[in-house]
């Protein structure tokens, strides 16, 4: 992933330097509620800068809603939630120039090609036309999605395809954290095998990588640290990189919390 070049970013006279202590995420006390329904009931989680990050629970946990209030889709009840220090709600520019976000749901604007929806989105980040021109080409390389799939309408896009697209402009910019929710849901296994390699290289480079994710097996074998979301809160923290034992029992670990055995 060394070969993307840093985009263009907007140049904000508030924006200030963060070092290497700055957490890429912090998120403290989140509340969020639909209706009467709480769904965070005081979530909290930390996390660093390089650092490969799951984030997993089942159906209905809470995962996707806080991946909304995070990057600022979604309006919370109570709490805060920083972006390498840059508040969401208080600092929302400031605060999404740093991310690039892959939804579980691919989505394009249909009556552009795949070319065009690349280009709009380069042209929100004020990339360069020539680091926009290496790093669609790079990405798109390293995901199978040819040259001559982008001149046609994304209408006429595969599920797999769309989603190749989602995460080729969710890194035009280069963005400091990564946000992905369900990444390899439609990828073939070729195309997850790709994206299991960028999401290493993208961490090993200092950037961050958020990821939620039903396949247990792929956050494992990834991450480096995970927490699992239960009761609308983080029930459990596990150190994959510190404890590397806790690879192997990660599954168990998740169906211990949700059968009550070592929920807090």
């Not at 740093?98 to 009556?111: A, L, W």
């Not at 989602?166 to 946000?179: E, G, H, Q």
């Amino acid at each position: 992933m060394a070969n993307v070049e840093n985009a263009n970013k907007q140049t904000l006279a508030e924006e200030v330097d963060f070092d290497e202590n700055t957490p890429a995420i912090l998120i403290k006390d989140l509340q969020k509620s639909y209706g009467k329904k709480e769904v965070l009931k005081g979530l909290s989680i930390e996390v660093k800068q390089g650092e490969l990050f799951g984030f997993i629970g089942r159906n209905g946990a809470g995962k996707s809603t806080t991946i909304d209030c995070m990057i600022g889709l979604k309006k919370f009840n109570g709490g805060s939630i920083e972006l390498l220090s840059y508040d969401i709600v208080q600092e929302p520019l400031l605060a999404k120039s740093h991310f690039g976000y892959v939804p579980s749901e691919p989505t394009c604007y249909e009556s552009m090609t795949g070319y065009e929806y690349l280009e709009f989105v380069a042209s929100i980040y004020q990339i360069s036309e020539g680091a926009f021109k290496k790093n669609y080409q790079y990405l798109c390389d390293r995901l199978q999605l040819s040259l001559e799939d982008l001149e046609v309408p994304t209408a006429n896009y595969s599920h797999g395809m769309k989603q190749k697209l989602c995460l080729i402009a969710s890194l035009l910019n280069n963005p400091d954290i990564w946000v992905l929710d369900e990444p390899t849901v439609g990828l073939d296994v070729v195309a997850v095998e790709e994206l299991k390699k960028m999401m290493k290289e993208y961490a090993s480079h200092g950037k961050t990588v958020f990821v939620t994710s039903h396949n247990i097996e792929l956050v494992s074998k990834l991450c480096d640290r995970v927490a699992i979301i239960n009761n609308g809160v983080v029930a459990q923290l596990l150190d994959l990189k510190k404890d590397p034992n806790k690879r192997l029992q990660l599954p168990r670990l998740f169906l211990d919390i949700y059968e009550g055995r070592q929920y807090r």
